[in-house]
């Protein structure tokens, strides 16, 4: 793409992107290409992406590119393994994911409207609240969309009543390469279904729904696959009203078994339920008809040697329907291979397999009752663990060639063409069909710039493909001789990522199921920012093909640990966790530079054990003067109640509310007063662990001097510390800890449900209120029901739910991303008020300061009139207490932060030089000061020197820093309006951060400042 070309991107503003990571990130698939196939396909990294919000800027798009002469490739979710969504002419990658609204829904004709990028899980969502629900869908449900399934086509959960994806959509709107938007009905379909965009791209499907209904789930084992046959077989012939059947084989019933379960804070958080080493069937009906399949279906195992299962594999079975990745974990990776046969040779290739794949092979299939020509199919899937990093891969691969020409025997197929199988698209489409598309191709795209090396056409490797497929029986023995470990093995650090993190990176399966409610991703919409674009960055890394640099260090600090991605993984990968030990290796080990703003907190902790730059001496003069005597310090207890930095020196009302609380419900606690200190999870998130053992080690002792043995929290980021994080450190370090967390939400609760506990009656006005659950008091803690407990006890307030709400609630957007880049968090924070007004809130209430600042910063920004209270305050409010309103010192301190986060970056300190020139050229140690201006009067004199500011500067700068530094403090107050007590700290803060920001800094600061400092020395603009 040449610079005029790249030109046309800027309008779509953060909507492109021609960054080299990005754009690596968009040029693969969820399959692991095998090492000695990869380069005859060739670089795939794309030109541009490009992410179109409406049909009308698709049409856009797509004519001007075709005019240009530039390859596009369509991308939905890329949850597909057959190379469609591979730019193999590079050029442009057309990504959906912002093209996702429902345009209609039709009750009565019972069908649905979308646009081509919304997920099934979401569309699901939506269908559910109006009685309706998809007819089928895909295993990959959670993450796939519904223009990507049309344009690959296939079968899925839901298939055995409904047949293939196809044969339930009425129309599809299609934006062809003349901006023509052409729509596509009935028979004329074909020409877009399965074509994977080689035809033009899909920007609406119009397809069928069905009534919403409740459903039973029943499991049935046999010993092998003509056994399962005769049981399908038997429930076809009874014309069973069964909606969904799929089965597994022995294998995947062993290696499920093997399977590592889901886990928290090293602590697994699902329970195991074996499975016998069967084929499993599951089936799915209609409640309504489990009397009449429930009797037969006993009939018919019976003879086949089989059993009905319990209830709890049944249901362990459909709950983990869309899990089926967990495998992968045992891999690394997965050589898969996908047929379709017909249920009456099911169990001859079942069992062909087998006998000529020397290699644990895991399957699973999906019955069709209804195949294109009228008789019952099945889609095969087939795995074989392997490691992709190793030769003996590229092997086992070859065998896939051996699953389909079994396949073909019995009359089978390949379940889709994409960039492997273009030469076998007559068997997979039909000659006829195959006819047709060509024709049509070369009417629409004569150019051949849709998704080039697709379906019908894929040059050298299709060649290769059709050689292995001629010479499957001289390669498969060269697969069946590689010896396959199945098992995770983590072993030894790769290029310093850590050994267990860098299994999970291959593990991942790609599926982006962790994708869409990530809120790093969300936030930004780009793949680099969610897990599974980092599991693939880790994975090139590691392979050696990409470096560190300071925005992927970023990236992976701007996670804000919110942990829904742990609970949404297929492979039930620990995601957040291995974000957190590679901070701890970036910054600790590697001395990487942390986000700026934390440098500050750092230096502000290290002197007065808080992250606000408040005085120690200041820490407790929130706390109730007429409590002191009870609770306050000094008073010894068994609780301790922690209030955490921000509630006690920003949002005061939180302490004060939560100890009028406690103080009410009859419990009795002390305070630690001065002796508190943060409780440093920003330095455990900042990547400053030294920092953070050094504070923890402090809060311990403190606590135990208290004669405590149980920390009552508010904050939730205190309470993961007390409750989750310093057990863990302190058992890593050896220190005793033996110290019990609470959250104030659980111990009044409890007293309420004792009934000793109550509120008066007239307390609150009638307002209707809403919940946000905190990340880390939610997913973290587990900490759901007792806020809700709390909220409803209080008289006259009407309780209602968002959306995202419990284990799925979505996060606020602080801290990290309020450091890192303050209009994102506002858009995330505004996401989640809408989500309040939606559920019709006059007030949210919270219980995180930070969670609370952030909801109040996002609702200044976005101009929302909606309250942010705190539930400690609304609580003790309807006990009769007054409390400060802590907006002011929101705004106050928000500015402060505001200002300090665009100061802390290579323009910020730019423009600060920029003010004082003077200064720090008279700074500049012997006497250069005085000969740089010397030379600033002989022409094109410092244009010479120009190439040795990069050299010059790094050594002068820590020389000169010492002597600007009280002209810098007066530049940086007059830039950030603080309060007093800030400001006097500044002379101690600054030179701290400085010296810890300019070694990482100045390499981007110089290029800066070079030219507006020769331009000072000539005099051409006073400072
Ligand atoms: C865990 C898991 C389970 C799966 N289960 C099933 C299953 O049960 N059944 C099944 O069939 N598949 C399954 N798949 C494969 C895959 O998920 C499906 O093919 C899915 O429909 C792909 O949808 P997508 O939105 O990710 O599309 P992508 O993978 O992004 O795209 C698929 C193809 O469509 C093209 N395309 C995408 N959007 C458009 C558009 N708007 N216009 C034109 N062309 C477009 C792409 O170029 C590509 O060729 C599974 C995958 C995983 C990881
Ligand atoms: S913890 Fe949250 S923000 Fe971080 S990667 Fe997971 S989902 Fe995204
Ligand atoms: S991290 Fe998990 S959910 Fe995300 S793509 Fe990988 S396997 Fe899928």
């Known amino acids: 793409m040449n610079a005029k070309q790249k030109d046309f991107f ?52 797509v004519r001007w590119a075709y005019d240009e002469g530039i390859p596009m490739t369509p991308r939905a979710k890329a949850s597909s393994g057959y190379g469609g969504v591979i730019p193999m002419k590079k050029g442009l990658v057309i990504d959906f994911y912002r093209m996702k ?73 299609v934006v062809l390469p003349s901006g023509e938007v052409r729509v596509f009905e009935e028979d004329d379909l074909e020409l877009v279904s399965e074509a994977e965009g080689i035809t033009g791209f899909i920007s609406q499907v119009t397809l069928k729904v069905q009534p919403l209904e409740d459903l039973d789930v029943v499991s049935l084992a046999c010993p092998d696959a003509h056994e399962l046959q005769r ?60 009397k009449t399949v429930r009797p037969i279906l006993d009939d018919l195992v019976k003879p086949c040697q089989g059993e009905i299962l319990s209830e709890r594999i049944a249901h362990h079975e459909w709950e983990h329907r869309f899990k089926l990745m967990v495998v992968k974990r045992l891999g690394p990776s997965l050589v898969p291979s ?39 199919e099945v889609v095969i899937l087939g795995f074989i663990p392997g490691d992709q990093r190793k030769l003996g891969y590229n092997f086992v691969f070859g065998l896939v ?130 897990p599974r674009g980092k599991w693939y960055w880790l994975r090139e890394y590691m392979e050696g093909r990409t470096q560190w640099d300071q925005q992927m260090v970023d990236t992976f600090i701007s996670c804000t640990t919110c942990e829904l991605c742990n609970l949404r993984c297929s492979a039930a990968l620990p995601i957040e966790p291995s974000w957190m030990k590679l901070r701890g290796q970036l910054i600790e080990d590697k001395k990487k530079m942390t986000f700026p703003p934390f440098e500050m907190m750092v230096a502000a902790l290290q002197a007065e054990g808080n992250i606000w730059a408040g005085y120690r001496k200041s820490r407790g003069e929130w706390f109730p003067k007429d409590l002191e005597k009870k609770h306050g310090p000094g008073h010894r207890a068994k609780n301790v109640y922690f209030a955490g930095c921000t509630a006690s020196y920003v949002e005061n009302d939180i302490g004060m509310a939560s100890v009028r609380l406690l103080d009410e419900a009859g419990v009795d606690f002390t305070y630690l007063g001065e002796k508190e200190n943060c409780c440093a999870t920003p330095m455990l998130v900042a990547g400053k662990w030294d920092v953070f ?59 309420i449900a004792s009934g000793e506990f109550t509120f008066p009656k007239n307390g609150q006005e009638p ?67 809408d989500e309040a007004v939606e559920a ?57 932060f505001e200002g300090m986060i665009a100061l802390m970056t290579p323009q910020g300190f730019a423009d600060l030089m920029g003010s004082m020139w003077k200064e720090l050229i008279d700074a500049m140690p012997l006497g250069m000061g005085g000969m740089m201006r010397f030379m600033g009067k002989i022409p094109g004199a410092l244009n010479m020197m120009k190439p040795m500011f990069p050299i010059l500067f790094p050594r002068l700068l820590p020389l000169m820093m010492p002597k600007v530094m009280p002209v810098m403090l007066d530049r940086v107050r007059e830039r950030i309006p603080m309060p007093d007590y800030m400001a006097e700290q500044m002379p101690d803060l600054m030179p701290k951060v400085m010296d810890n920001l300019m070694p990482h800094m100045i390499g981007d600061l110089v290029p800066l400042v070079t030219q507006p400092m020769i331009d000072y020395l000539r005099g051409k603009k006073a400072a």
């Open 401 to 530: 060639m051996t699953i389909i020409k079994i396949a073909r025997r019995y009359g089978g197929r390949p379940y889709s063409t994409g960039m492997y199988f273009a030469k076998k698209a007559g068997q997979i489409l039909g000659k006829e069909r195959v006819k047709r598309l060509k024709v049509f191709k070369r009417e629409v795209d004569p150019k051949g710039l849709l998704n080039p090396g697709k379906v019908l056409k894929n040059g050298l490797l299709g060649m290769v493909m059709t050689f292995a497929s001629a010479f499957e029986s001289l390669i498969r023995p060269f697969g069946n001789l590689v010896i396959t470990q199945v098992g995770e093995r983590p072993e030894k650090p790769i290029r310093d990522i850590p050994p267990d993190v860098a299994w999970y990176a291959y593990s991942c399966s790609q599926c982006g199921y962790c994708i869409d409610e990530c809120d790093q991703f969300y936030g930004r919409g780009w793949e680099s920012q969610s």
């Open 693 to 751: 053992e050094e504070t923890m080690r402090k809060n311990i002792q403190a606590v135990k001097e208290a004669g405590a043995d149980t920390v009552i929290s508010s904050c939730p980021a205190c309470d993961m510390m007390w409750r989750q994080v310093y057990p863990t450190w302190t058992k890593k370090l050896g220190i005793d800890f033996d110290i019990k967390a609470k959250h104030y939400s659980e111990v009044v609760a409890e007293k």
């Open 231 to 290: 049981i399908v077989e038997g429930i076809v012939q009874a014309d069973l009203p069964i909606w969904a059947m799929m089965f597994i084989n022995p294998k995947m019933a062993e290696l499920k078994n093997k399977a590592p379960l889901m886990e928290h804070y090293g602590h697994p958080i699902e329970e195991r339920v074996i499975l016998p080493a069967s084929y499993i069937m599951t089936l799915a009906f209609r409640k309504k008809d489990a």
């Open 767 to 833: 307002t209707t209120v809403t919940w946000h659950d905190s990340c880390h008091i939610g997913r973290v803690s587990g900490v759901y029901e007792e806020p809700r407990e709390l909220i409803k006890a209080i008289p006259g307030v009407r309780f209602v739910e968002m959306e995202h709400n419990r284990q799925k609630g979505h996060c606020c957007g602080s801290v990290l991303t309020l450091l890192k880049e303050p209009p994102v968090a506002a858009d995330i924070g505004k996401d989640r008020l």
């Open 338 to 376: 996908e047929v379709i046969v017909p249920l009456s040779h099911l169990g001859d290739v079942m069992t062909e397999i087998e006998r000529k794949v020397d290699q644990p092979i895991v399957k699973e299939g999906v019955i069709i009752q209804k195949g294109p020509d009228g008789n019952p």
């Open 10 to 61: 800027l309008k779509f503003d953060n909507r492109a992107s021609l960054d080299e990571t990005e754009r690596m990130l968009y040029g693969h698939d969820i399959a692991a290409i095998p090492n000695l196939v990869k380069p005859i396909i060739g670089n795939t990294t794309p030109d541009a992406v490009v992410q179109p919000t409406s049909e009308e800027e698709l049409v856009e798009i």
């Open 840 to 896: 019709g809130a006059d007030k949210v209430l919270a219980l995180c300061p930070c969670c609370e600042f952030q909801l109040r910063v996002s609702a200044d920004t976005k101009k929302m009139d909606l309250e942010v209270v705190d539930l400690a305050r609304f609580a003790s409010s309807a006990l009769g207490y007054d409390f400060p309103d802590p907006n002011p010192e929101v705004k106050k301190q928000w500015a402060v």
């Open 101 to 173: 609204n429902i345009v209609a829904i039709d009750k009565e004709n019972l069908t649905v409207t979308v646009e081509a990028g919304i997920t099934w899980e979401k569309l699901d969502e939506k269908l559910k609240k109006e009685g309706l629900t998809l007819r089928l869908y895909p295993t990959s449900y959670p993450s796939s969309t519904a223009g990507g399934w049309l344009a690959q086509g296939g079968a899925g959960i839901g298939s055995t009543e409904f047949g293939y994806y196809s044969q339930n959509v009425v129309s599809a709107r």
